[in-house]
Structures are given as C-alpha cells and as structure tokens.
C-alpha cells in the first residue's frame, strides 16, 4: 500500500512530470512529421492492419498527424497539459489495440508508426513504447496544471513586468 | 475535481478539433494530399501501353497477372503477382496482405480478346481495391517493347 502511495507520489513530482510531458511532446511531434508531409504511404500502412473500412482510411490518415503535432505542441509549451495528455493516452490506446489485434490475427505488417522503419515487421515489442506514452499520457492528464513551464513563466514575467511598470497615466 | 474533468475534456476535444481542421486544410491545400473519397476507377479502365509503363517506373503501382500460373512461369512483367482468374477466391488473404487497398493495380493477360484481365479487375474493385486499370495490350506487346519482364516464380 505504501509502496504503491510512494511510487504515485514519485510519478506526481514536479520534475518526472515535465520530463515525461516534454518526452512525450517531443515524440508525437517527431512521429507526425513524415506522416503529414506525406500521408498516402500512412494511409497504407492503416489499411494493411485491416481494422478501418476503406471509406475511413483515408481521412484517418490526414486528420491523425496533425492531431498528434498539435497535442505535441500543447504538451512541449505547456497549452491545456491535461487535455493534451488525454488525448496522448487515447492516441496511444488506439495505437496499441492495433497493434496487438495486428500480432494475433498473425498480420506479416510494418507499424507504420515513424519514418525509417524499413521494412522491419511489426512485433510484440513495438507495444512498450505506446504503453510508456499512454501511462505518460495519463499522469499528464491526472496531474498536470493547465498552464504549465514554459508558458506559465512566460505570462507571470509578463504580469510581473506589468505590475513593475504601475497603470498608464490617465488609463 | 469536476470542473478540472469539464477542463480536461474540453482542451482534449479543442485538441482534435484544431488538429483535424489543421490536417483536412492541409491535405486541400498540399501537392501531397490524397483523395478522402473514394475514388474507385471503373473496373475494367483500359489503359495503354505508354501509361502502363510509367506506373511501373513511378514504383506506386503493383502489376497483377491474370494468366495461369504456367504462363506466369514462361515470362511475366517483372515484380508482378501471379493471380489466375479460376484462383482468385482463394488468393484474397493473400492479396490482402500483400497490397493495401489504396495502391493502383495494373492487371494484365494475353490482351487481345483475353476477358481475364478484366474479370478479375472487376472483381478487385469488388473485394475493395480502388485504383485497378487493365493493360488492353497484355503481355505479348508489354514483352515485345523491350520492357522489363522476368521469368519463373517471383521471389
């Protein structure tokens, strides 16, 4: 029980917290990238895992890019953390029913996940690194302000300053 | 703790809605961007020579041979997929796997009055494949331009 209460603890302290916001950011940012310059090579690798109707493949593969580099900018600037972190954790849930429904219907497929995959094929441990994001995912959601560093340091040097400089004259 | 709850979903929802918006502008707009509705070629859409063999060098497309697997042995476009007509049923997993519903397909046979070609074409368009052409030419004008053809099974 205690040990369970210090690791939630651990997991809800300041700087594990931005470190995993700012990890996470960066990795939906770097896994949009290609897919949204190019997302026709996307759009075949969500057709071959054979989970979505063909009318839907497609626009799943335009809209999905860009929901993970705006929630990748929410998390690295510190815009609506929980929100962003929800849709991590959600982002990251799809993700990995995918993949296990992929591996158990014995599927020989890419993950189509990042650039520079190759050819390698899709495997068991390619669900640690989306189980890592959704739990990261979910303590941003949990615990994160939402204004967070750096824009919450922004805006209180901003109202600092302001406060510094007194009211205008005649306002 | 349910006005956080209310905020959470809201900047979540905020989220997708940007991004999508983001994501369906983009695609309008880029050189890049592909068709959100299906665009199904007619099954059966004759191509030339010419354009066959511009989408074998582009790379996007997979050529599809309809002949019997003899006649795929003695010489077929190079890279192409063997599915005769009379297996067609029980090629499906296969073909599924193996090419995604959005890639072009070009399906070939002997050309001439040959109906196999466009049989299965019509039948690709049927199981889901969107973008299927036939070569009316076939085979024997695509080996006789001096075009890339191999022989014996595909590794």
């Known amino acids: 029980m205690s040990a369970g209460r210090g690791i939630a603890r651990r997991l809800l302290d300041p700087h594990i917290a931005l470190a995993l916001r700012l990890s996470a950011g960066a990795l939906l940012i770097y896994a949009s990238y290609d897919k949204l310059l190019d997302p026709q090579p996307f759009a075949d690798a969500i057709d071959e895992y054979r989970i979505l109707p063909l009318a839907l493949v497609d626009v799943t593969a335009v809209v999905l890019p860009w929901i993970e580099l705006v929630a990748g900018l929410c998390l690295i600037t510190g815009l609506g953390t929980p929100g962003a972190g929800l849709v ?41 690194l989306r189980l890592a994001l959704f739990a990261a995912g979910a303590q941003i959601a949990v615990a994160a302000p939402f204004l967070d560093w750096p824009l919450a340091a922004l805006s209180a040097r901003a109202s600092r300053s302001r406060r510094a400089t007194g009211p205008t004259p005649g306002a | 703790m349910r ?7 809201a900047c979540a929802a905020a989220i997708l809605v940007v991004g999508g918006a983001l994501g369906l502008l983009a695609n309008a707009v880029s050189s890049a961007g592909i068709p959100l509705v299906a665009k199904s070629a007619p099954p059966g859409r004759a191509i030339e020579l010419a354009e066959a063999r511009l989408l074998f060098e582009d790379g996007g497309a997979r050529f599809i041979d309809a002949r019997p697997h003899g006649d795929f042995l003695s010489g077929h476009v190079a890279g192409a997929l063997n599915v ?4 067609r049923a029980g090629e499906l997993d296969r073909l599924r796997r193996e090419l995604p519903r959005t890639r072009p397909l070009v399906v070939y046979c002997e050309g001439g009055e040959c109906a196999s070609a466009l049989e299965l074409s019509a039948w690709l368009v049927g199981s889901g494949w969107r973008d299927v052409r036939v070569l009316s030419d076939g085979y024997p004008v695509w080996a006789a331009a001096g075009f890339p053809v191999a022989r014996g099974e595909e590794p």
């Open chain 2, 84 to 87: 005769p007509l009379a297996e």
């Open chain 1, 88 to 128: 991590t954790a959600a982002l990251a849930a799809v993700y990995c029913g995918a993949i296990a429904s992929a591996l158990l219907r014995g599927l020989e497929i890419g993950c189509g996940c990042f650039a520079g995959e190759g050819a390698s094929l899709l495997a068991w441990s390619d669900l640690w």
């Open chain 2, 3 to 9: 006005g956080r709850l209310a905020w959470t979903l």
